[in-house]
């Protein structure tokens, strides 16, 4: 555990909580990609099936539990509780184009070929691009709610602060994951741009919104 590993957790269930408050105080998943939380799920599902077999802390599982727990109840939110508010029309993201490459990858780049492993690998391939779905909606609507981007934010810097962990931990413990570290410089890669408009944009008080595509 470093500084930079317990700020990113904190910014991850942050991020989440934030989703999780503006979807039931509007009662409205508008804006919100269910496909996105439906990846996020399937992550978390997949990483943390070693909560049955190995035990790391009371920390480590405490977290593991909030975060499975927040994506499932999201999920329901969406397309449950308030399903009539969700933009089917605009959360259009054809998951297949990730699944099926990321399933691929799984088993060809992993550091064991075992189950447990195999599923660990495919849910941090996935988290690095579970979040297009949800930028594939904002650049179709052109616009995203204040709320809805400082959820992005959060989400964003967990990403980041995850990167300067690998970081630290190479420097101080000479420990090294290249699949963790690429898959997060991937996913970092993907916020930047959204990172400069949120700067630029929402801290000034102004509503993000990008050019709708013809």
């Known amino acids: 555990m470093n500084i930079f590993r317990i700020l990113g957790d904190v910014s991850h269930l942050l991020a989440m909580i934030i989703l999780l408050v503006k979807i039931w105080r509007s009662k409205s998943c508008a804006g919100i990609s269910g496909k996105s939380q439906v990846l996020f799920a399937i992550v978390f599902t997949s990483r943390y099936l070693d909560l049955f077999t190995n035990f790391f802390s009371i920390y480590n599982t405490v977290m593991k539990f909030v975060f499975l727990m927040c994506a499932y109840i999201t999920v329901y939110l969406i397309y449950g509780k308030f399903r009539k508010t969700f933009d089917n029309e605009n959360d259009s993201f054809r998951l297949e184009f990730l ?28 988290e690095s691009v579970a979040i297009l779905p949800q930028l594939f909606m904002i650049s179709k609507t052109g616009e ?3 709320i809805t981007t400082h959820y ?8 980041a602060l995850y990167l ?3 970081i ?6 000479n420990y090294y994951d290249q699949i963790a570290v690429v898959s997060g410089v991937v996913q970092t890669i993907f916020y930047c741009d959204f990172f400069y408009l949120y700067v630029t944009k929402v801290l000034k008080g102004k509503k993000l919104s990008l050019p709708v595509p013809i």
Not at 152 to 159: I, K, P, Q, T
Not at 168 to 173: P, S
């Open 144 to 146: 995203a709610e204040t």
């Open 168 to 173: 630290w931990r190479y420097q101080t413990e």
């Open 99 to 126: 699944l099926i490459p990321v399933t691929g990858l799984s088993f060809l780049e992993n550091q064991s070929f075992t189950p447990l492993e195999i599923l660990w690998t495919f849910s941090i391939y996935l």
């Open 164 to 166: 300067a962990n690998w």
């Open 152 to 159: 992005l934010f959060f989400l964003g810097l967990y990403h």
